[in-house]
């Protein structure tokens, strides 16, 4: 575990805090006025490799090769270049600092992080963090690399759990929930996609659309189906030939020889993609956050009725039926453009195209 401390004083700003992998949903801008809940789970922090936040340069500021030497191989409207490797943690979990009330951005809400770091160390004033709670935007803090610095704290350091572990614990990400927007009391009159899983989809999309090679792709009915196929059949031509993606990981049986696209779990703590034990032909990977391929691989079951016998003659229903989104599933546009500029595959030009007019499909 570590805590971080000022650059400036050696001041504590955090309680003690676990390393685990950035969700992939850190930077998604969700809806309208949406409500959405703290990022980070309580105690954990992760490392955000990229720059965030402003100052901003255009692509003509930028160009090709400065952009591919950050890992950007298609045009995109502006980037970051701010400082990378950003330690993102709950607001909860910060200590010994203060707002700077004239950073506050141009956030209509809360606070957005647009003017830069607005929080200051307590001790010395230096500016060591950015808070951030906007409307639309997931809650977090952002611990800027070079004034606040992570130092071990003495004790035991648990070892990552392994994916039988992960798997029997079990914890999966409800595909729908209770949306609120902000300053409203949340009701269960409103109900939407799962954020989470919205974002999912627009990252693992991205990554199999670069794993079609072009051909049409398909993946298994169901809750999958629903989650990529109308996706997939817009974006990709239609023809005789498919490439089949299925779903795989720990636990599963291992794929037939057809399957060439994995949809595999991401390991939460480490960021690291399940790959199978030494495959003939090696597959591509899709990666999808463990909660996600966990429902995808068991969904929760809801029964119309009763699991035996019948509701008697004259009795309506004594449970309401389950309370759905009005409109059906759509992946993440943004994550799902900001995971594609980022894969080398992008430089195609048919995947080029897919990415200049992919707006509305996705």
């Given at each position: 575990?570590?805590v971080f401390?000022?650059?400036?004083?050696?001041?504590?700003?955090?309680?003690?805090?676990?390393?685990?992998?950035?969700p992939v949903?850190?930077?998604?801008?969700y809806g309208?006025?949406?409500?959405l809940?703290v990022?980070?789970?309580?105690?954990?922090?992760?490392v955000?490799?990229?720059?965030?936040?402003?100052p901003?340069?255009?692509?003509d500021?930028?160009g090709?090769?400065?952009?591919?030497?950050?890992?950007?191989?298609?045009?995109?409207?502006?980037l970051?270049?701010g400082?990378?490797?950003?330690?993102?943690i709950?607001?909860?979990?910060?200590r010994?600092?203060?707002?700077?009330?004239?950073k506050?951005?141009?956030?209509?809400?809360g606070?957005?992080?647009a003017?830069g770091?607005?929080?200051?160390c307590e001790?010395?004033?230096?500016?060591v963090?950015?808070?951030?709670d906007?409307?639309?935007?997931?809650?977090?803090?952002?611990?800027?690399?070079h004034?606040?610095?992570?130092?071990?704290?003495?004790?035991s350091?648990?070892?990552?759990?392994?994916w039988?572990?992960?798997?029997e614990?079990g914890?999966r990400t409800?595909?729908?929930e209770?949306?609120?927007?902000?300053?409203?009391v949340?009701?269960?009159?409103?109900?939407?996609?799962?954020?989470?899983w919205?974002?999912?989809?627009?990252h693992?999309l991205?990554?199999?659309?670069?794993?079609?090679?072009?051909?049409?792709v398909?993946?298994?009915?169901?809750?999958?189906a629903?989650?990529?196929?109308r996706?997939?059949?817009a974006?990709?031509?239609?023809?005789?030939?498919?490439?089949h993606?299925v779903?795989?990981?720990?636990?599963?049986?291992?794929?037939?020889a057809?399957?060439?696209?994995?949809?595999?779990?991401?390991?939460?703590?480490?960021?690291?993609?399940?790959t199978p034990a030494?495959?003939?032909?090696?597959?591509c990977?899709?990666p999808?956050?463990?909660?996600?391929w966990?429902w995808?691989?068991?969904?929760?079951?809801y029964?119309?009725v009763?699991?035996?016998?019948?509701?008697?003659?004259?009795?309506?229903?004594?449970?309401?039926?389950?309370?759905?989104?009005?409109?059906?599933?759509?992946?993440?546009?943004?994550?799902?453009?900001?995971t594609?500029?980022?894969?080398?595959?992008?430089r195609?030009?048919?995947?080029?195209?897919?990415l200049?007019?992919?707006?509305?499909?996705t």
């Amino acid at each position: 575990m570590f805590v971080f401390v000022c650059a400036g004083c050696g001041a504590e700003l955090t309680v003690p805090l676990s390393e685990v992998a950035l969700p992939v949903h850190a930077r998604q801008v969700y809806g309208n006025g949406a409500q959405l809940p703290v990022l980070m789970q309580s105690g954990t922090f992760a490392v955000d490799p990229d720059p965030w936040g402003g100052p901003w340069r255009t692509w003509d500021e930028i160009g090709p090769g400065e952009a591919e030497a950050r890992g950007i191989y298609a045009p995109v409207h502006s980037l970051s270049d701010g400082t990378p490797g950003a330690s993102v943690i709950a607001p909860g979990d910060i200590r010994g600092t203060r707002l700077i009330p004239e950073k506050r951005g141009g956030a209509c809400c809360g606070l957005d992080g647009a003017d830069g770091p607005n929080m200051a160390c307590e001790a010395c004033d230096l500016p060591v963090a950015t808070r951030v709670d906007d409307c639309s935007l997931w809650q977090a803090v952002r611990l800027d690399a070079h004034a606040a610095h992570r130092v071990p704290v003495d004790g035991s350091h648990a070892a990552p759990l392994s994916w039988a572990e992960l798997v029997e614990a079990g914890e999966r990400t409800p595909l729908f929930e209770p949306m609120a927007r902000w300053g409203q009391v949340e009701s269960n009159d409103h109900w939407s996609w799962s954020p989470q899983w919205e974002a999912a989809a627009g990252h693992a999309l991205a990554h199999l659309l670069a794993a079609s090679q072009g051909q049409p792709v398909r993946v298994p009915d169901g809750l999958t189906a629903d989650m990529f196929q109308r996706s997939l059949d817009a974006l990709l031509p239609a023809g005789p030939t498919e490439r089949h993606a299925v779903l795989a990981g720990p636990g599963l049986p291992a794929p037939g020889a057809g399957a060439g696209i994995l949809l595999v779990p991401v390991h939460p703590q480490t960021g690291r993609t399940w790959t199978p034990a030494a495959p003939a032909a090696p597959p591509c990977l899709v990666p999808l956050p463990l909660g996600v391929w966990l429902w995808l691989v068991s969904p929760e079951p809801y029964l119309p009725v009763p699991a035996s016998g019948r509701i008697p003659r004259d009795v309506l229903r004594d449970d309401p039926l389950p309370l759905l989104p009005g409109s059906p599933f759509q992946a993440d546009r943004g994550t799902f453009q900001h995971t594609l500029v980022r894969l080398p595959a992008v430089r195609d030009p048919w995947l080029r195209t897919i990415l200049k007019n992919a707006g509305s499909a996705t």
